[in-house]
């Protein structure tokens, strides 16, 4: 059965401190998706990344990055110099390749203090 | 952009009451999705469709119902609401091939939070 999980319940940092947000996955596939997407305040989730699970290049955009490493299943997503605007919940999420549903982690409460 | 809308942002029910949750996306996404949200549970998907007239069961479907009869729209139905459905309701939808060619991920609405007292 596939799984996520993030353990992280709530994060707090002082503005411009790198923080990284974990994430680990479990299934019986070879073939699988990865996601991260955020929820700030307003509700509305918002996606940043997806990875295929053949492709385990870190990722970089701008003071976002991903660490995909499958011999532990994780997906951890950092963040530079945070800044107040990331405060939100972020979640992660996996999806096998034959089936169209999202199982999402618990998700991580960021809150970043300037 | 897409845009998914969900009629509405609050909802406050009494139980017994025949609840409609409602959801329009304009991006003419074939796959729809209705997930609730509990803190500590993250999301959980409840019924999604894949396209006009079809729907699928999620993981928790019991005392909810759906209905796709255009394509646009996905209606989320609580037959009897009871407390326990108290909770965050989002919307969402994405095109053909979903997350296989990674162009189109899941484009979620607002959300509708509903109390049932």
């Known amino acids: 059965a596939q799984k996520v999980t993030q353990a992280q319940t709530e994060i707090s940092v002082v503005e411009k401190e790198d923080v990284t947000l974990d994430c680990v996955y479990e299934t019986r596939d070879t073939t699988y998706y990865l996601f991260w997407y955020k929820q700030p305040p307003s509700g509305e989730l918002v996606f940043l990344i997806r990875r295929n699970s053949f492709d385990e290049q870190n990722e970089i955009s701008g003071r976002y990055s991903w660490n995909f490493q499958k011999s532990t299943s994780s997906f951890n997503f950092t963040i530079t110099a945070s800044q107040v605007v990331d405060s939100a919940v972020y979640f992660c999420?996996?999806?096998?390749?034959?089936?169209?549903?999202?199982?999402f982690g618990t998700g991580t409460r960021l809150q970043v203090f300037p | 952009d897409v845009k998914v809308t969900q009629s509405s942002r609050y909802l406050v029910k009494r139980t017994g009451e025949k609840v409609f949750l409602e959801c329009v996306q304009d991006m003419d996404h074939e796959n729809m999705f209705w997930y609730r949200q509990d803190p500590g549970l993250g999301l959980r998907l409840i019924y999604f469709s894949y396209d006009v007239k079809m729907k699928e069961k999620g993981d928790i479907p019991e005392g909810y119902s759906v209905s796709r009869e255009k394509k646009e729209r996905f209606s989320l139905i609580l037959e009897s609401a009871s407390t326990n459905q108290t909770s965050m309701y989002l919307c969402?939808?994405?095109?053909?091939?979903?997350?296989?060619?990674?162009?189109?991920?899941?484009?979620f609405g607002n959300g509708t939070r509903l109390t049932v007292t």
């Open positions: 999420a996996l999806s096998e390749a034959d089936t169209d549903k999202l199982i």
């Open positions: 969402a939808s994405a095109g053909t091939g979903l997350f296989r060619d990674g162009n189109s991920p899941l484009h």
